[in-house]
């Protein structure tokens, strides 16, 4: 683990606002995490960072940036109807989404775009089209940055809400969220009714939408 001083955020939040941090601390590991709580960094002010697309910089940040560089996608179980994927929380959102569409497994194509990491769609129940993360959620992993130890969490214990969860209430800025599994289906149920979504795959000509033109349809409109 290496901490880094008046470190430029401009290319680390969407807005990009050039502001600085006094500290910053990229996460590639569970072993970071535990230096930098070793190191007691996690006990002054602190800001985990996943794409930076849901801040706003409003001056030099005074304390250390936690940079989630947590990587990794992998299938934990599978039968006939469901997948258990479990996604690293510095994975790209999208990305995983893509590997999902890619593969078949149906569940987050309306979660097409949206910007941001994996670690952080937990924290608001992200939601387009339709769809949130709760639909999909199985649990998450993550470090409790006071006492040092890692806790599973389920659904319930989420307590997911609109654009809500514990990790915004009760535990804010308590844990580092490290993983995040979801169940996805192999035999999707597809939701086209929201939104414009209908009228894209209309003007496509699309009369028995797959997973893949569903995700494309949410990408045009998004990038509309
Ligand atoms: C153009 C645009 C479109 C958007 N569209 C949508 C949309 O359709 N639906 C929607 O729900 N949202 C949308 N958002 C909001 C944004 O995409 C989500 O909030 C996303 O989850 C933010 O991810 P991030 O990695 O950029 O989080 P950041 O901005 O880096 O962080 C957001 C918050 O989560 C915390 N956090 C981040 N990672 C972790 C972690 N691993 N553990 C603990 N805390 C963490 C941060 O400390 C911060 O409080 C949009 C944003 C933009 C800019």
């Not at 769809?131 to 959620?137: G, S």
């Not at 844990?175 to 003007?203: C, H, M, Q, W």
Request: proline share 2%; charged share 20%; hydrophobic share 45%.
């Amino acid at each position: 683990m290496e901490i880094k001083h008046q470190i430029s955020l401009k290319t680390f939040n969407t807005f990009g606002i050039n502001v600085q941090a006094d500290n910053f601390v990229a996460i590639g590991s569970f072993d970071d995490l535990n230096q930098a709580f070793e190191h007691q960094l996690f006990a002054h002010k602190c800001l985990i960072l996943g794409g930076g697309s849901n801040v706003l910089f409003t001056g030099d940040f005074a304390g250390t940036i936690f940079k989630n560089n947590l990587k990794g996608i992998s299938i934990l179980e599978q039968d006939d109807a469901t997948v258990l994927i479990k996604a690293a929380s510095g994975e790209i959102w999208h990305d995983l989404v893509m590997y999902c569409v890619q593969n078949n497994f149906a569940g987050v194509e309306n979660l097409s775009l949206i910007p941001g990491t994996v670690g952080a769609a937990p924290m608001q129940n992200i939601g387009a089209y339709g769809v949130e993360l709760i639909d999909v959620f199985e649990s998450l992993s993550a470090f409790d940055v006071i006492e040092g130890t890692n806790r599973i969490f389920t659904k319930e214990e989420c307590d997911f809400g609109y654009r809500s969860s514990v990790f915004k209430t009760i535990y804010k800025d308590r844990y580092f969220i490290t993983d995040v599994t979801l169940r996805l289906s192999k035999s999707p149920v597809l939701n086209i009714s929201y939104g414009a979504i209908k009228d894209v795959l209309a003007e496509k000509n699309i009369i028995h939408p797959t997973i893949k033109a569903i995700s494309d349809a949410v990408i045009a409109i998004r990038k509309k």
